[in-house]
């Protein structure tokens, strides 16, 4: 799920940099993204239920998530795009209306992409502003015969709401890959005890998910896919620390508080 403490494919992004107070007790990861992995946690899902799931690919090879939310649009974390990871577009591309990240649904080629301008690609940073607008050439939906876009929540739902993240991503922190989708039911957490671990990066544009006895979470591979509550986009997988631990709950780029960004550059 996530960049830092875990996520997608191939280059060295970010490291959480929690407040001087916790420094002491969360130790710092690399935030690089990983081809394959699954949901901690979580059970096999079927694309006809996430119909709005993307499979992110570099060269053809799976290396984050994606969410359709319009015919031509894609979001995802901007961890999952930058330079150091997609050196060219044409490097870029999607899978869409399948549940497994090599193969089914359609695969189409990214004509565009814009990354939010104030997250910064770099080693020791705080991962803030995690999120990026992929744009394609033709119609997603329908891809498969099941893809369909997902609406754009305007609000968080209060701590305790449960909903859902998916993706590609590890079964365990470090764990092995996996071709098929999977998801895992996660609750909204508590905004201020989330601060309270994390520190000042949790603001307005974050989100985060999560049991305080962990167990489940999204991980490696998981990055820039959906967490959606009640059949709208609610999150972004980011980062967090390490995967599904206990006491540090994932962090999503949260799509209310990005939401006049996306309404810009994505016009929706």
Request: charged share 10%; with cysteine; hydrophobic share 45%.
């Amino acid at each position: 799920m996530k960049s830092a403490l875990v996520l997608v494919a191939s280059v060295a992004l970010c490291f959480a940099a929690p407040d001087e107070a916790r420094t002491s007790e969360v130790e710092y990861i690399n935030y690089q993204p990983q081809i394959g992995g699954r949901i901690v946690g979580g059970d096999v899902a079927n694309i006809a239920d996430i119909p709005y799931q993307i499979a992110l690919l570099r060269n053809l090879a799976q290396i984050c998530g994606g969410s359709i939310i319009a015919e031509r649009t894609v979001l995802t974390a901007a961890h999952c795009v930058v330079p150091s990871v997609i050196a060219n577009l044409s490097q870029l591309a999607i899978r869409a209306g399948s549940d497994r990240n090599n193969a089914g649904g359609s695969v189409i080629q990214a004509s565009g992409l814009i990354i939010h301008e104030l997250y910064r690609d770099c080693i020791l940073c705080t991962p803030t502003h995690d999120i990026a607008v992929v744009l394609l050439p033709q119609n997603a939906i329908g891809a498969g015969g099941v893809a369909s876009a997902i609406p754009l929540a305007d609000s968080v739902a209060a701590a305790g709401t449960y909903g859902v993240v998916s993706g590609w991503g590890a079964t365990s922190e470090g764990g092995a890959g996996s071709t098929q989708l999977l998801s895992v039911d996660v609750p909204v957490f508590n905004q201020v005890l989330c601060r309270s671990i994390y520190g000042s990066v949790i603001d307005t544009t974050a989100v985060c998910a999560g049991y305080i006895r962990g167990g489940k979470d999204a991980c490696q591979g998981d990055s820039g896919g959906p967490y959606a509550i009640n059949g709208q986009l609610v999150g972004i997988v980011s980062w967090g620390i390490g995967c599904a631990r206990a006491g540090f709950p994932g962090v999503y780029a949260s799509v209310p508080g990005l939401r006049d960004w996306i309404r810009i550059n994505a016009g929706i």
